[in-house]
């Protein structure tokens, strides 16, 4: 058994079952110190049963929880990496292509992952799941086929989803979630579904190199290091970001969180823009130079 990381909610180990070799994570919740009653300990199992029936692309696979020793255990699906470590592959990748074609290819690429994550959280919404807790360090890489016409990015940490009735407007528990990536409202009992999209919109940031703190605050600011047509598609994705980050405290423009778009229309949107990237025959349509590379552009279901 390995520790592969470590977080608020507890430590993943990376382990071996000896009868079929299979490799697994499994994480360790220290319950001690918590007051947390043999009810709410049972609750939590309920909860993590819930995940346990979630089988699909875009979560990680959960098989089996247990409390031992005042500690809860969850066995899960065995990943190749997060987040931030498949933003250092692009990075390489894109840095080993000389101008107009590395920005290119790097837009290409950051709008497939974004993609990808969206719709993992548009997959939770229509389960009526609101995840709580979206960070880079819980997208994960479930398979080592990215930027193909298979979904590789998935969702895990579910310690702070929360399971509704509906998904509508909920009173909730206030203050979850890590403060970089959690929308102002989470701080109050009143929100809903759409703390994901504020948080969506800081990894998007994150993933394209945009200003975090001038999209919170709903700047649009002007991207200058790039070819013009790129830097206009590059802005648009910039504008979709401030949209989705709508907040109490902008001093410009709205600041009712509720306005925020659900992932529908934002992945319709990037979508729409990163179609403007291919040519008729669905090649990136700078490269001609590039013959021997093509990329398609990938057609993946919905997860509506």
């Known amino acids: ?62 098989f089996n929880s247990w409390i031992q020793n005042n500690c809860l255990y969850i066995q899960m699906e065995l990943c190749h990496a997060n987040l931030k470590g498949l933003l250092k592959i692009k990075r390489n990748i894109s840095n080993g292509l000389p101008g107009v074609a590395s920005q290119m290819l790097d837009l290409y690429l950051s709008i497939e992952i974004f993609l990808e ?15 709580r807790d979206l960070k880079p360090d819980n ?22 989803a929360k399971i509704a009735v509906n998904i509508d407007l909920f009173n909730m528990t206030g203050d979850v979630g890590d403060a970089q990536y959690m929308a102002p409202e989470a701080m109050a009992n009143v929100y809903d579904h759409r703390i994901d999209i504020y948080s969506l919109a800081i990894i998007g940031a994150e993933i394209f190199g945009f200003d975090k703190k001038e999209i919170i605050l709903g700047n649009d600011k002007q991207i200058t290091n790039q070819e013009k047509n790129l830097q206009i598609l590059s802005e648009e994705i910039q504008n979709l970001f401030v949209l989705m980050s709508i907040n109490e405290y902008r001093r410009n423009g709205s600041t009712d ?38 990329f398609k552009s990938p057609k993946r279901d919905d997860p509506n």
């Open 1 to 62: 058994m390995r520790s592969i990381g470590k977080g608020s909610f507890g430590e993943v180990f990376k382990v071996q079952k000896n009868y079929n070799i299979k490799k697994y994570a499994i994480k360790i919740s220290d319950l001690s110190g918590r007051n947390i009653s043999e009810t709410d300990k049972q609750n939590m199992l309920d909860e993590t049963k819930k995940l346990i029936r979630e089988r699909s692309k875009y979560v990680v696979e959960y």
């Open 139 to 160: 997208v994960l890489v479930g398979s080592e086929e990215m930027f193909s016409d298979k979904h590789c990015l998935k969702l895990c940490d579910f310690g702070l």
């Open 257 to 294: 969180w509720r306005e925020r778009p659900e992932c529908v229309d934002i992945l319709s949107q990037l979508r729409l823009i990163r179609n403007k990237l291919f040519d008729e025959n669905g090649s990136l349509f700078l490269w001609p130079q590039y013959k021997n590379i093509i």
């Open 117 to 131: 994550i969206t719709e993992c959280v548009q997959y939770l919404h229509r389960d009526r799941i609101i995840h």
